[in-house]
């Protein structure tokens, strides 16, 4: 068959996969299948106590582990990003499932679905739209108290799963707190205790002990990341030798459908309202899904010297939910340890997450029996160990030393989470960040100046040995005037005005682009105030918009008998000659 | 009694009024006694229809007129501003009012004396913290905006009580259309048009004719503002001669009890969830008061050639809605209406105001029996002819035309005010103003630069005639960097660096003075990134705070081996050297 290199080109732009395949190397693909084994022994454990983080069946989690990540593969930029449940989005899918009036309108699998079409949605719409930049106002401060604060709701959350307390999922502090019941079950506090030590001895003691026996980084990678399935071994042939589950009324996983995920397009049927009041928590978990996947991808990029594209992100992990939505699934996005260990167990491109995916196929199709009796306890463990380093006290203090303005936000955004709810602390943070942003453009630099003698050029009177004319003032306005800063600009004018007794000032709008109507108006109030004091306001060095702008407001006739001079030196000769 | 000079110099700063009393002289006396007059005999109608159109018994709009003008009097800074009720804050407290939650805790009067009482709390602790300028944030095209639906929103609140249809207070105009009943009072309706022909008859047509036949303007202003008692004196006149409240239906004032307010304090007896379901109704009532207060005060200082200091009215405006609280009252403001009555007639200093007060009390007193046949009918037309100047379709258009941004955000504003409610109005149009804020800010100036020849000066390589060198960049970033710009910033550079296929990048920080933790860390990434495709970043001309700021957040480890010039041409001639 032939196939144009132009048709593969084409290709590359909206299907990136297509860059990888065009340029791949069998050699590749020995590091590609290993990755691949490894990040499949994660997934299917760690999908499942995602699923059960969000409320929902742990069967969903290992469908979301499928299709979506095949779509992320074919149309996302990242060649490691592994895409599927991720512990943010899952403790924000628990905290829709459990408003009330969000469940008086289907199971909580319908709604998770539902969740994830309406995100896949919103994500493809803004790309269409061009919509990317609009996460940069989500700034790192926010961003990174706020999943501070989500981590802390989910080891509130997952903490007694593992010590065997029996809670229900909840999504604030107060409601977490009044919901613990007395009784310990001591069987499944010691399963989950065994899974937790696992996985801390497998971590760092033993990353170091075999790097002490310089063992390859690969093996080294595959021995420590398979800590996830050996604690859901070990905690299965505990139940399953002592049978646990009848004896203790240990939690265990409990029996799981075989076979793959059925694709079907029921949430068609659903009414407007069911849509309607799901669209808001849809809204927020895409958006943060969206930050979180962008962020990983980038620092993936930088890592291997790769570049990603915002937009073309948005319809990989738009797709990804939308795939999710029609398989049984819950929203996904690009998860930290999942990637990670893709790209620690050395992953080259796409191909090792298309491994991952064919072996967890496997798994769903005929050997589910096998994770039955898996106790949840181990579970809680998993989702435990990995998202405490996602709580970043320490950075709230660091934040704050380095600028009190991003403390604020970030400590307000964290505190906001725990204390109102996961989408209330997010938007309680935009506004911090907002405000404070406000603030601080509402204090523009404004310059009085002076002729430099012998030149055309006017600097700063407090920085530079310059010439000044009695009861002429010459004031720079550094940065665009807008209902932000007007009220400032004024007040500043109006000071200086008396400092100098000036009887004429000239403005010099050089730096300024752009003016808003709130400024403008301002503008108007202030010259004719100073006109009763006998003070007459110049403008020079106006740019052409400002200019166009400032004639259609019907400015300059308010400006009489003021003038507008090209230059602020033909300003300064004109008025100096009547002043003297 | 020994009075020195400096006591009267210290009361001046806190009790402006002071200052008047200092240099008073007798002969304003006559043009200030003629002014009350003229305003009193507007205030009492104008105040007992605003409280008919917050839903309140008429009595309560001439308590308002009483106390609150006196606080203002006393701590005001503007000399001819009126406060009492008028119809922005009526209609915000009708729709308050209306709410079913607020109704559960109490009366419409009770809840009115707490709205006052929270709004003029709110008023003096923003005055404390030296808050007033958050005011600026709302722009003046969300003002406009605003002023005009709930202008729109009034007229159709009062028409039907004009032309006799019955229908409850209502807030959006869904409302306030399925509540329209069919059946109209015929004599209400030709009381109402009576009233409404008088008062635009008196208006513009009669002051014409006057200035025909060469009337003094003070006699003028006395014969055109005393419409709304001719209107009000007719329609009562006729209402008692055929008795039309009986034998017609005819909706009168009714019986006001006789005596002046009594001074109370029970509302310090409410509990923690009245005054909370209150509050956010209060906030915004308080500050769009403050606002309308401010900005009429304004036009009146730079007409009459004074100053007055936004900090210290809202001292007074936070007083005189205290005043209005421990006397039966509703929230006040300066109104348009009644100031421009006030300054027209000639007042010269508050003087006029305590008089106008003086002869409201004595109608309190003794003549309150005088009002009690007065039409609603005649009420409602006043509030119309008042409200339908407010009413600027045409603004939103010009707007348009002289800026689409702020058109848009005055457009949204009306909009929402319709469509969704006073107070959604208002926060959909800020968010509107702060999204196009930002969105600008997120595009600053940047120019790539180049070197005059044989100077030390860079300029604009766009503008100017400059020297450039071979695999070397130079981009002067004209703003503060923030989580606003860091990612067009961020493009923008690596753009030009392969625009120019520049191994060297100097980036020129002398207009930079802030810089926050987002755009530090983003530009982290971007070096680490650059670095890989064999780029090197060094900053010049960076200022002092912003040199701190990143040495707290370790960026110059980062930027290694990229280096910090002092001068900009000392970069140039470092890297030149290296580069040939």
Known sequence: MYMPASLFRKLAVKIPLATSLKTYRWELFHSDVFAGIITAILLIPQGMAYALLAGLPVQVGIYTSLLPAIAYVLFGTSRVLSVGPVSIAAIMVASALSSPEIM???????????????????????????????VHYISQPVLSGF?????????????????????QPCNTIENCVTQIPTNINVHEMGLGLLAFSLLIIMGTPLSKLLIYFNLKKSLRTALTKSAPLLSVISGTLLVTLYSLQNTQGVDIVGSIPQGMPEVSFSFLEISTEHALVLLPSAIFISLIAYVESVAIAKVMASARGEKISPNQELVALGTANLASSISGG?????????????????AQTQIAMLIAVTLIAVVLHSLTHTLEY??????AAIIIVAVTPLVKLKSIFQIWHQDKADGFSQAITFIGVLALGIEEGIILGVVATVFNYLKRAGKPHLAVVG???????????????VETWKHLLLIRIDENITFANINYIAEFIEKEQKNYD???????FSSVSYVDTTAVSTFKEMIAGLRLTGTIIHLSEVRGP?????????FFNDLLPGRVFF?????????????N
Do not use: W
Request: proline share 3%; charged share 15%.
């Open 147 to 167: 999943t501070s604060g989500a981590a802390v709701i989910i080891l509130i959350s997952q903490i007694p799963h593992m010590i065997g307390l029996h809670v």
């Open 567 to 579: 230059q602020t030196n033909e300003a300064v000769t004109n008025v100096t000659k009547t002043l």
């Open 546 to 554: 400002v200019f166009d702008k400032l004639k259609k407001m019907d």
């Open 502 to 508: 000036a009887k004429t000032i000239v403005l010099i």
């Open 451 to 465: 002729r430099i003698k012998n030149t055309n050029h006017y600097r700063n009177i407090n920085r530079h040995n």
């Open 374 to 379: 898996i106790p949840t306890a181990a579970l």
């Open 330 to 346: 819950m929203p996904v996005a690009g998860g930290f340890s999942r990637t990670m260990v893709n790209y620690s167990a050395g």
């Open 104 to 134: 008086e309108y289907g199971t909580p699998i319908q709604n998770a679905m539902i969740l994830a079409l309406e995100g896949g949605l919103i994500l493809c719409l803004m790309s269409l739209l061009n919509m990317g930049n609009l």
